[in-house]
Every structure is written in C-alpha cells, then in structure tokens.
C-alpha cells in the first residue's frame, strides 16, 4: 500500500474501477481529468469518494457532521490573523477576549459538546450498571469513534491520542480509535483547489502537472492529494488543511480550558493543576495549523538525525508551501501496523521497532528535538529498509536538564531504586514539589 509523505497518515484504498488523475495544463492554468476515457472539464472531476457501506466515516451521516463540527466561520473577523498569532505565542485570554461577544456560538458549541459527550457516558454508566460493560465495548467502542469524529478535529486529536494509550482503554477502544489516524472524511475537491490557489497565488495547473482524482488519506486537520510537479516532475504529496478548522479549535479550547479551570477550582483531589496541560495541547494544536512552520520542522529533524542509519524524511518543496498548503516529497512505504503488507513486503516489524526506538532515544536524549505525535498513521516502512517519519506539525523540545533527568531515571530504574526515581519526577516536574510519595 502507497502512502504519502507528509500526510500525517497513510494513504486509504480506492475502489475506482478506472485509474485517474488531475492533469494541470499550464497555458491555461485549467485542470482536467486524465483516465482511460476522453478528456474531461474540471467539474466532472469535483465528485464525492466512494463511499464504503457501513463505515461511518465514508457515510452521508458522517461527512453531514464532519461539515457542520467545520461551520463556526460566523466568528469575528480577526480571527484568522488571530489564529497565525496563537500558533506563534498562544495566549489564551486573548483568544477568550476575541470570542467574548460570539456567545451564542460558544455556548451552542458547549451544548452540543455536553450533550454528546454526556449521552455515551450514560450509555456506558448504563451497560456497567446492567453487568454488559464488557459485553457492549466493542458497540461503544464505534460510538465513541463517531462521536469523535463528528465533533470536529479537537476530539479527532484527542481520539488520536487515547488510541495510543493501552494503559488507559481496553483494547477494543484502541482498534476502533485508530480509525481517527488517518481514516477521516474528506472535503470536496473544488474546495481543496481554492485553497491551494488562495494560498500559493498561481492557479493549480501553474504548479502540478497531476493531482490523484481523489485525496489519498484525510486526517484531522488536513488530506492528502499525490501528485507530479510541472517544474521538476517529481511525484509529491500535496498536504491541504481543512477549511475553518482553526475556528472550530478555538472554541473548543476555550471550552474545554474553562472546563479544567472549574475541575482545579473544585475538585482539590485533583494533585496534578489541568489547565497547564490544556494550554500546552491547545499551543501544539494552534502551532499545527502552520504548514510552514511544519516544514521547517521537518527540515531541523532531517538535520538532526537523517544521518542515523534507516530514518528517513521527506524533503519539502518551499515553492509549493505555504501557510495552508504544502508539498512534500512522496514516499512509498506500508504502516507498521498493517501486518499482512508488512509480511507481503518481506518487512519485519520488530525491526523496524529497534530503528525506531534508537530514533527515539537520540531524540530524546541527544539532542532534546522530538517528534511528539508518533502514532502508527505518522510512521512507515519503505520497502529499502528505512523507518520514514512524517508529519512534524506537532514537535515539542526537551531541555539538558531534563534530559540529564531521563538519563539519571534510567540508572535508578535499572538500581530499583524507587526513591531516587521518585525525586527524579520533582526534578522532571511531572509532580508538585509539595506532593508526598513516601
């Protein structure tokens, strides 16, 4: 299975019975559809995917919610100008003041949110109630999926993360949330093509020679075209963001920033302060929506450890990047997840775990520069052998100290000594000073 460079996924099948594609003429700057028939104009192209019965994220119902959760762009007009600020600094009284006078929407968001959210939990309160918790975890588990789902990216990345998480979820709700990585609803091709021209001031056919029919992979804050650059020729993948997301995560992080203030307030028990930790989710989600910035991160990571044996990633095409769109070399590879291709192409995946592992602790140890959203949908094995990282949206920096501190924990953890590891969270600062672990 292809899949794209960049795409912060992996690329999803296609039933198209025909083999298509986007073909740019440049004397025109018109876009036409190349395939075993004639010719066509654009607008045959702008077509819906293919829907697979019974699943949910190809359903009417699904992309119906996906496009209402994307709906806030009655916001204050400042907004977007505010939302390239907050991927620079966050500051979240500021985003507050910006959304104080839009109420109603804020508050019918909420309701929407609490009702949701509120209406699985009784669903679940009730199976636990009935004996049939267990029984019933693989129909809630697609529940929550969808739910998810349909309240837009916020709770996409949320839903990314839990699916990471076998310490927290059985393992039913772990399959059924990895769907989120890279298995989302798409937006039309019309829109996907306004944005690029908006964002790169040339018509879509002055840049790429092809673009697939149809997105190879749609994730939670963008999808993914394949596609041939006119000047080079080179294949590519063409990252494209999702229109009104930063408006739809906005609010959500205000509304879910007020939420874990009134838990601090009111719930004492609580050891660890929650609002720290939405601010910090909320400033790598808004430094996302930056596909330049993402660039240059992919870059510095290249710089950093594409020397190391088998880790590979791809380049960036900067003509055809800009702050909603951007172009990435393409890279062929098969997710370490997906078992039979990995067998099929003779891969072996506790292999590529050591590679990725070694990645890992040169990331974290070495130079303190990691990729922090390394979830199965953000890894591939190239058929060469290589470890390929994509999507560098959300990084994050380990300072010498800490760093000192893993390495120092390490040693106490292979000595048992539990005490030692314990002040090494103080220093760490995963716990208060004031907590007491005797």
């Known amino acids: 299975a292809a899949a794209a460079a960049a795409a912060g996924c992996s690329s999803s099948s296609s039933s198209s019975s025909n083999r298509m594609c986007v073909a740019a003429t440049a004397a025109t700057g018109r876009t036409q559809v190349v395939s075993d028939s004639p010719l066509q104009s654009v607008d045959s192209m702008m ?32 907004l977007p100008a505010l939302l390239i600020e907050m991927g620079i600094k966050y500051d979240p009284h500021k985003l507050a003041a910006h959304l104080s006078s839009k109420w109603p929407q804020v508050y019918g968001r909420a309701v929407r949110i609490a009702v949701s959210l509120g209406g699985f939990i009784a669903r679940v309160a009730r199976d636990a109630a009935l004996g049939q918790l267990e029984a019933r975890s693989a129909v809630r588990a697609v529940e929550l999926r969808k739910l998810l789902s349909g309240l837009g990216p916020s709770f996409v990345k949320i839903g990314q993360a839990l699916s990471a998480r076998p310490d927290l979820l059985p393992q039913v709700y772990l399959e059924a949330l990895s769907e989120l990585q890279d298995r989302l609803p798409s937006f039309p091709n019309e829109i996907a093509w306004a944005v690029i021209e908006e ?72 050891s660890q302060p929650l609002v720290p930790l939405v601010d910090e989710f909320a400033s790598r989600l808004f430094a996302e929506l930056d596909y330049m910035a993402e660039g240059r991160n992919a870059e510095r990571f290249q710089a950093l450890y594409g020397s190391m044996p088998r880790v590979r990633t791809p380049s960036i095409y900067w003509q055809a990047t800009q702050r909603r769109v951007l172009t990435m070399e393409w890279i062929d590879g098969v997710k370490l997840t997906n078992k039979p291709a990995m067998e099929e192409a003779g891969l072996d995946i506790v ?30 094995a190239s058929r060469d052998g290589s470890l390929v990282y994509l999507d560098f949206g959300m990084m994050s920096e380990a300072p010498q100290y800490a760093r000192y501190a893993i390495m120092a924990h390490v040693v106490h953890l292979v000595n048992r000594d539990y005490d030692a590891m314990c002040r090494d969270y103080y220093t760490l600062q995963f716990m208060e000073p004031g907590i007491d672990t005797a």
């Open 351 to 380: 292999d590529f775990v050591d590679v990725g592992i070694e990645c890992t602790l040169r990331q974290l140890l070495e130079h303190g520069y990691f990729h922090a959203d390394p979830h199965p949908g953000n890894l591939l």
């Open 199 to 270: 964002e790169l001031g040339v018509p879509v056919g002055q840049l790429y020679e092809q673009l697939s029919e149809q997105p190879v992979a749609a994730a939670s804050l963008g999808q993914v075209y394949k596609g041939v650059l006119r000047e080079t020729g080179e294949l590519v993948a063409v990252k494209v963001q999702r229109p009104g997301i930063g408006e739809s995560i906005a609010v959500d992080m205000l509304l879910l920033r007020r939420l874990m203030a009134g838990v601090d307030t009111n719930l004492p028990q609580v």
């Open 47 to 78: 077509v819906q995917p293919t829907y697979r019965a019974q699943e949910w994220f190809y359903s009417e119902t699904g992309q119906r919610d996906w496009v209402e959760a994307m709906e806030l762009d009655t916001l204050t007009p400042d």
